[in-house]
């Protein structure tokens, strides 16, 4: 099982912006997919983004033009930028990796003020 670590998440005013770095204990070649998800106190957890190893990415609507999810293979790390961020965007994100299994990060909290 792959073992990420999270981190970039913090408080910023609406507007702002975050990087949001997830890094992979093992090699990102062996990693098929990674993606994010966020959960807001009250609500479900949410699929934010993912990105394939072929290269397509998948956006929810809400951070669609917003968000932006990379990789980079040499440092064994994925990406979130978050820009234009709204008080709705506050939520603990997740990344997570699928090799033979799905692991998880152990989430960040990401808070955006008015």
């Known amino acids: 099982q792959v073992h990420l670590v999270e981190s970039g998440g913090g408080l910023v005013t609406a507007g702002g912006s975050l990087r949001l770095s997830c890094a992979a204990s093992?090699?990102?070649?062996?990693?098929?997919?990674m993606g994010w998800y966020r959960q807001a106190p009250g609500k479900q957890r949410e699929l934010v983004a993912t990105?394939?190893?072929?290269?397509?990415?998948f956006y929810a609507d809400s951070v669609k033009g917003r968000f932006t999810i990379s990789r980079d293979n040499a440092k064994n790390t994925a990406y979130l930028q978050m820009n234009s961020l709204k008080p709705e965007d506050t939520a603990v994100y997740y990344c997570?990796?699928?090799?033979?299994?799905?692991?998880w990060g152990q989430g960040t909290q990401v808070t955006v003020s008015s």
């Open positions: 997570y990796a699928e090799s033979v299994l799905r692991s």
């Open positions: 093992e090699s990102m070649f062996s990693i098929s997919t």
């Open positions: 990105l394939t190893d072929g290269g397509s990415t």
